[in-house]
């Protein structure tokens, strides 16, 4: 294949997911490929909150738990993402933040083996996202109860690492700094078979890449919706519970949305049966309710159509990088097989932070990761083919004038 | 004396706090004594929060982490919070909600307590909050070894049922239900004097009336920034950890935000120092910024000048219903003494539910609580004595005339 913006530009022309891009509120001059940290604002995100804030709360006030389905939000929302993921419907909540749901879910997993006390170990990666990792060893700790974490280092030594010891897998489907996706299935039937419980964290996989938690016979997952769902900033989190672990789900965060009968106000806990236990205190409406805006773009295409782009324009930036920057110390850190691959491209280069920086003051928004890493994110429902060649050609033009300042200042979030 | 509708608006005319009033979007012709449920509208929510969707969200997305202050939000808020109750900059976040919120207060309640393993039982009341109630149940079921909660059916038996065994008191300063508001610092010196700590949910009494956390040595406190702080619906909650106790404070909830340095993505878990450590996951943005705006109305009075009114609006609704509506079966069941009763008055109905539908559609939007209680919730940023004397006036034709439905259908959420 010979590369050219015309190239590209015809690419796009071609492309049937192209118009979705309107839906998308985008600043001019930005090429955005961080939909992986924070996705793009819905245009009607800004709609839907004027209407909660004016109409919702400031009108109708308490009445709106009921009028405008306040109450069941979390549960609508869980619905509709459901087939994003493989789930079915009154298998998720959208709820509290993905760690806190990460604990809920380790905590349920581990009540599952609960008649088996000799597994003590929660097997996951030292690479892992580290709240999940955090998350897995205040649970641990606080049980007091010999549970540990087992953390390993590359994806091929999880065979050897399960075992008669081993109470849970709890993995991040697609890392966040490599973009490695992981077989689902294949290592649900891996942990299954030597009696192990799965936990999955979909927040680099949810809307990013296909995926079915029920054709991989997974057991619990948790995942995020501010990244690839484009949700809004640190938008509630979800959790999926399937239908044949709900009735024995148990976690320790027993608030009352999780109650059988909220509002008769026992003093003894009584789960409710279904999703619900998985809820906890009130959430925040107005962010809950942007969660649909994201959702509802999803319902108008289906994931394997944005597979298909996502794989195009990762394969398309991967190649064009490996072309045009060739001669510069680049070196690609995600897989090129298009199975082990979510929807990011990283590459490492030695002064990776700092020709980060100097890519978003050129208008080209990735974000960088300990060490080394810039990630580049590709968002099919709003990522053009002709940004990325623009993207590479910045980064091109950065490398070969070495306009990047190894100095840099890191900031505090990046 | 002589009540009048004239002699209410006298009091409105002369009330200094009046003009606040205009600073919330109330519906017209609704008299709205809910605010302990969900506090109104302030007007400033609406351009707060099309600029954090417009501008910090769409146009400089992922970088609103840094220049927009997303990353500090919960510490900023926790600061405008902190003089309301008595608190000290840097001791409260903003974040989650108040069930999770408790749950990381009853932890490191039960975690300074880890030298005196006798002590087992964590004291509170039959008649809190059930989620409160449930959170500890849930803890301590998942801790098995041995913490029980022990209810105690009214506050006179709280200094019998604290001894030896007692590990926490948890209270929640002012009752949901009756409006009955605890001595924090005699209860706080009573468990401390028994060497029990103490953990008080402000859900009913931040914003509501004052009080001074430090002064009355309390241990940790938790609450709500949705009811008296106007925060918004399921707006995030609040966590108080004073300083004295941060070195030590420890919860299983121990996600990335609580970590010493987040972005370095190391896989060990270290606490922050500070009341950063009581933060796990990423936090709602949207709904936590419009939590601001509640905050700054009470910039401009203090809680002072907010009480002497709010006792105001209760002394005379209690005294209106009690003369207007006599012959009714209506019941007083909050305290009449003012260093006892919170910032809402309750009374009992036979036919609670029924009569509070009938006020409700007739615009006074109070709500109801199992069993038999009516709750009127008393706002003094933007409740006026007018409103008192119309609301006392629907309530006395509603009774005169029967006109309530006692085989109502209840709302799924009251």
Known sequence: MTYSRTACQALD?????????????LPAGIIYLDGNSLGARPKAALTRAQHVITQEWGKDLIKSWNTAGWADLTK????KLAPLV????GEIVVTDTTSVNLFKALAAALA???????????VTERHNFPSDIYMAEGLAGWLERGHTVRLIDTPDEIPAAIGLDTAVLMLTHVNYRTGYQHDMAALTALAHQHGAVTVWDLAHSAGAVPMDLHGAQADFAVGCTYKYLNGGPGAPAFI????????????PLSGWWGHASPFSMASAFAPCDGIGRALCGTQPIVALSLVECGLDVFAQTDMAALRAKSLALTDLFIA????????????LVTPRAHARRGSQVSFTHPHGYAVMQALIERGVIGDYREPHIMRFGFTPLYTSFTDVWDAVDILRQVLDEQAYDVHAARSAVT
């Open 13 to 25: 022309a071609a492309d049937p997911l192209a118009a979705l891009r309107e839906q998308f509120d």
């Open 112 to 122: 599952l083996q609960a008649d088996a006390p000799a597994r003590k170990v929660i």
């Open 86 to 89: 493989g789930a079915l419907p």
């Open 320 to 331: 064009l990088v490996e072309e045009r920057c060739a001669g510069h110390p680049v070196e």
């Open 76 to 79: 609508r929302l869980g619905d």
């Open 240 to 251: 999926w519970v399937p239908q044949r672990h709900q009735g024995t789900f148990h976690q």
